[in-house]
């Protein structure tokens, strides 16, 4: 998709949600509830939305998953709109999969995925700001993983001059400055790899902290940007300062 056809989708994604949505923050999008069930817009706080999530990676790392709002009628519910509390920008490794990470169900978190878990696509960072805006979500999360492919084909191209094939130089390239910039701070080799993946995380969320659309809500405390690391072997999910 040339980068016309991404602007144009972007827009096209923005123009349904303020069709959908008043431009008020946090009012709900939905419409047309059947009997009472649609899900409204969010009514925590930001603090309450982390300790939410907190509480749900919890119970998948001690093995005491409950499944919540799965269920057929969650289902139906869910026919008339969304109402996802949190936001997360997250890698597409098929291991850290948000919604069994945090035990949440449908409905309830805005999922944005992408190899290395960055916001230099448009169509990105506009799905998380249509979560936000149209959607009222309180908190983004982004979340990295140990081991991450897209992480290490990055140091891969800066320190050895891999050359990749296709497309995959896109994915790298918006960690490619995380990397150079830990090389020239003098970073030992075998910790490379675990510092881009903690700073790459960084970079996601200062980005995010001064996104237009998104910066005045944190300004207001009515959205919160943070950064997790999935850890694989625990499945915690821990926070990254």
């Known amino acids: 998709m040339g980068e016309m056809s991404r602007r144009d989708a972007l827009r096209a994604m923005g123009a349904l949600g303020a069709l959908a949505a008043s431009a008020t923050f946090g009012s709900s999008v939905l419409s047309g509830v059947a009997h009472g069930a649609q899900p409204s817009a ?3 706080t930001p603090d309450q939305a982390l300790v939410r999530l907190a509480a749900g990676n919890r119970r998948f790392v001690n093995g005491r998953l409950r499944h919540p709002r799965r269920d057929d009628r969650r289902r139906s519910a869910l026919a008339e709109g969304q109402a996802p509390f949190a936001a997360v920008l997250g890698c597409a490794d098929s291991r850290v999969p948000p919604e069994i990470v945090y035990d ?3 409905g309830n978190l805005f999922v944005a995925r992408v190899a290395g878990n960055t916001t230099d696509d448009a169509l990105v960072a506009g799905s998380l700001e249509y979560s936000v ?6 908190v983004i999360v982004v979340l990295g993983h140990e081991q991450c492919g897209a ?10 001059g891999t050359q990749l094939p296709g497309d995959l130089p896109a994915v790298v390239a918006p960690i490619l400055p995380v990397v150079e910039a830990a090389v020239a701070a003098g970073t030992p080799a075998d910790q490379l790899l675990d510092v881009v993946i903690k700073d790459n995380v960084k970079a996601a969320v200062a980005a995010l902290n001064g996104n237009a659309a998104l910066a005045p809500l944190i300004s207001e405390g009515k959205l919160a940007i943070v950064g997790r690391e999935y850890l694989l072997q625990s499945g915690k999910a821990v926070p990254v300062a």
């Open 42 to 44: 969010p009514t925590m």
């Open 104 to 106: 949440e169900g449908l």
């Open 133 to 138: 805006t149209q959607l009222g979500s309180v």
């Open 151 to 160: 992480v290490k084909a990055a140091i891969d191209v800066a320190t050895k």
